[in-house]
Nanobody, 124 residues
């Protein structure tokens, strides 16, 4: 399983960024794919994931209503549109794939596959 994350960068509070995770069709159809983040000194947290196999889209309460996860099946990509960003969103963001969506609730312990992290910095 290959996961290539891109996007991220720096933005002012209130702004938007879009992260994308490029993978392959087989992964999209057999794994839940989504995003975690880890800020300095904080535990890793699951943000959002989507599972075509299970027919589930899940968001953590901290991002619900601000972040939108979506798939572009033609490009085999899972994107995370992040709006109304604030300083607490500053973290390294990781794309991940796992057999089920449950792992996103558990903070990512035992995730099957990780992509490289990408930094998101929100300045106030």
């Amino acid at each position: 399983v290959q996961l290539q994350a891109y996007g991220g960068g720096s933005v002012q509070a209130g702004g938007s960024l879009r992260l994308s995770c490029a993978t392959d069709e087989w992964t999209l159809n057999h794994y839940a794919v989504g995003w975690f983040r880890q800020a300095p000194g904080k535990e890793r947290e699951g943000l959002a994931c989507i599972s075509i196999m299970e027919g589930i889209t899940w968001y953590d309460d901290s991002v619900k209503g601000r972040f939108t996860i979506s798939t572009d099946n033609g490009k085999n990509t899972v994107s995370l549109q992040m709006d109304r960003l604030n300083s607490e969103d500053t973290a390294v963001y990781y794309c991940a794939a796992h057999r089920s969506t449950v792992v996103w609730i558990d903070g990512g312990a035992g995730v099957n596959y990780w992509g490289k992290g990408t930094q998101v910095t929100v300045s106030s």
